[in-house]
């Protein structure tokens, strides 16, 4: 059973960055994928990127990529998301979420992170 707990989020003006991390306990961490995700007012949740954590391969939407990093640090159990150039459109509830290697589905998340862009 892997927890999660997400912090870092806040309130930023449009082109300011932001970094949120993600605590993982429990589980053999190496054998998951841990992916971000955000949901903002009215519209569906949808994966913003993930990461291996056994050899650290990212991958982005199409929207943050070139914008948003994510990493991982083995010493912490901690996975990170910073954000740059942020844009209004960027506002959502941010959630970090685990799979196991072996599935699509993600089936741990954490209790997610308010982050918001103004203009």
């Known amino acids: 059973q892997v927890q999660l707990v997400e912090s870092g989020g806040g309130l930023v003006q449009a082109g300011g960055s932001l970094r949120l991390s993600c605590a993982a306990s429990?589980?053999?961490?190496?054998?998951?994928?841990m992916g971000w995700f955000r949901q903002a007012p009215g519209t569906e949740r949808e994966f913003v990127g993930g990461i291996r954590w056994s050899n650290g391969f990212t991958y982005y939407r199409d929207s943050v990529k070139g914008r948003f990093t994510i990493s991982r640090d083995n010493a912490k159990n901690t996975v990170h998301l910073q954000m740059n150039s942020l844009k209004p459109e960027d506002t959502a509830v941010y959630y970090c979420?685990?799979?196991?290697?072996?599935?699509?589905?993600?089936?741990?998340w954490g209790q997610g992170t308010q982050v918001t862009v103004s203009s």
């Open positions: 979420a685990a799979r196991s290697l072996g599935s699509q589905d993600y089936h741990y």
């Open positions: 429990g589980g053999t961490l190496s054998n998951y994928a």
